[in-house]
């Protein structure tokens, strides 16, 4: 996989890209890894990227040439197939779980990050997609590119290592997944008066799994209510989520 960013801090990312988890799957030839420097498609001596908005107000906006001859270049590269291009906006879809698994199945993709107060409309139209990482805003899309990469390479086999998985993690889209994940607990068994369940020490699998499943829906019951009617519950399991939510959030109505 080859991911690319567009940006006019291409400067930012190193330091992500080359630490831990990312650093070892891109030094193991998992992914490749290229921050593309949106100044490089300008054409005057101040290498200006934006502009005031039309009709007024605050700010400045980010000019739609050099990200529309930026992006057609880097589309039209003969020796790597296009890119899925995604622009980072709060404007966008909600990125998600689901959307991570969806884009790790994708060869190349190409984050375009805005800065100061967005875009002209008229870049978005070389997008594949616009994501948003969540409902605040920040000073520049570099971060939510970062975000997205994190989430996107670990799911990549073998960018884990063997001792990681991410099969049954919180919002993993399996059959029975959608849930948050369920306590865990390393040693020791006490600590400061507070025990580990004892279940977990008692070496019988099929009591830790069911444990833990219940776990996971309490878990979610309490801390993401709104994960429970799209996660993939038995109808006795939906039975027990719902009656917990009803006694948890007892002034809250389930939709
Ligand atoms: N005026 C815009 C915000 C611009 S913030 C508005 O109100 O919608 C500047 C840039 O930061 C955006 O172009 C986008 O690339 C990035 N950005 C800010 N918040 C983001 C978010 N929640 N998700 C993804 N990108 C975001």
Redesign the pocket.
């Given at each position: 996989m080859l991911i690319e960013t567009l940006s006019v801090f291409p400067e930012m990312f190193e330091p992500v890209m080359s630490a831990s988890i990312l650093g070892r799957a891109r030094s193991r030839g998992l992914f490749d890894f290229k921050a593309h420097d949106l100044r490089d498609w300008t054409h005057d001596r101040h290498r200006t990227v934006d502009d005031e908005p039309y009709g007024g107000g605050a700010g400045m906006l980010m000019k739609v040439e050099p990200i529309y001859e930026a992006i057609s270049e880097l589309k039209s590269q003969s020796d790597l197939c296009p890119p899925r291009v995604i622009f980072?906006?709060?404007?966008?879809a909600p990125f998600t779980q689901h959307v991570a698994e969806r884009l790790a199945g994708c060869e190349r993709l190409l984050f375009v990050?805005?800065?100061?107060?967005?875009?002209d409309e008229r870049a978005y139209s070389l997008a594949d997609e616009r994501?948003?990482?969540?409902d605040?805003?920040?000073?520049?899309?570099e971060l939510?590119a970062m975000v997205v990469t994190d989430a996107v390479v670990r799911l990549i086999p073998g960018a884990l290592g063997d001792s990681m998985s991410s099969v049954d993690e919180s919002f993993a889209t399996g059959e029975d997944g959608g849930l948050l994940e369920y306590e865990q607990y390393t040693r020791p068994s006490s600590f400061n008066g507070m025990d580990v369940p004892p279940i977990l020490l008692s070496g019988d699998h099929a009591k830790v799994d069911a444990w833990r499943r219940r776990n996971a829906i309490e878990r979610t019951c309490r801390w993401r209510p709104d994960l429970i009617e799209s996660a993939g519950l038995t109808e006795q399991e939906r039975a027990f989520a719902l009656d917990l939510i009803a006694r948890m959030h007892p002034h809250e109505e389930m939709e």
């Open positions: 980072f906006t709060p404007c966008g990050c805005g800065r100061y107060e967005g875009m994501l948003s990482i969540g605040y805003v920040l000073t520049g899309g939510a």
